[in-house]
């Protein structure tokens, strides 16, 4: 079966975002509407002690989660697995590999995204990772 335009924008973007490796928020930036709202593992920052889980309003929000994963990840693999389509939402399930700068552990774990496209632009995304994996990638021994 033929991918639908959406899923095949998202196929395009992660293929992009892995051959950068993570290098290019734009892949993810020129995706996003105006006032795109982009959620990483918990809604309150507070809530927990990793620097990217937060909510993201607009893309100067979302461009500062890249900066936030630039500073403490780096990307070194990222393999869309799954891609579900209903209406306008697409659910992506992935497997990821990324190096904590800090102490050079890795996490490689499953990662899943939800989208809500409105048109070809995305105005909602929700990731969500191992918390645990990463956290244990970002503790020095």
């Given at each position: 079966?033929?991918?639908?335009?959406?899923?095949?924008?998202?196929?395009?973007?992660?293929?992009?975002?892995?051959?950068?490796?993570?290098?290019?928020?734009?892949?993810?930036?020129?995706?996003?509407?105006?006032?795109?709202?982009?959620?990483?593992?918990?809604?309150?920052?507070?809530?927990?002690?990793?620097?990217?889980?937060?909510v993201?309003?607009?893309?100067?929000?979302?461009?500062a989660?890249?900066?936030?994963?630039?500073?403490?990840?780096?990307?070194?693999?990222?393999?869309?697995?799954?891609?579900?389509?209903?209406?306008?939402?697409?659910?992506?399930?992935?497997?990821?590999?990324?190096?904590?700068?800090?102490?050079g552990?890795?996490?490689?774990?499953?990662?899943?995204?939800?989208?809500?496209?409105?048109?070809?632009?995305?105005?909602?995304?929700?990731?969500?990772?191992?918390?645990?994996?990463?956290?244990?990638?970002?503790?020095?021994?």
């Open positions: 079966m033929a991918d639908s335009e959406r899923v095949a924008i998202l196929r395009h973007a992660y293929r992009c975002w892995e051959g950068c490796c993570g290098a290019d928020r734009n892949v993810w930036l020129d995706l996003a509407n105006d006032d795109a709202v982009f959620h990483s593992l918990v809604s309150e920052k507070a809530a927990h002690p990793l620097a990217l889980a937060n993201y309003r607009g893309r100067d929000e979302i461009g989660y890249f900066d936030a994963m630039e500073k403490d990840w780096e990307l070194l693999s990222f393999d869309p697995q799954t891609f579900i389509e209903q209406g306008d939402e697409i659910a992506v399930f992935a497997i990821v590999k990324v190096r904590a700068k800090t102490t552990k890795i996490a490689h774990t499953w990662i899943s995204h939800w989208w809500s496209f409105e048109g070809n632009r995305f105005a909602k995304a929700v990731e969500v990772f191992d918390g645990t994996q990463a956290m244990m990638a970002m503790t020095p021994d």
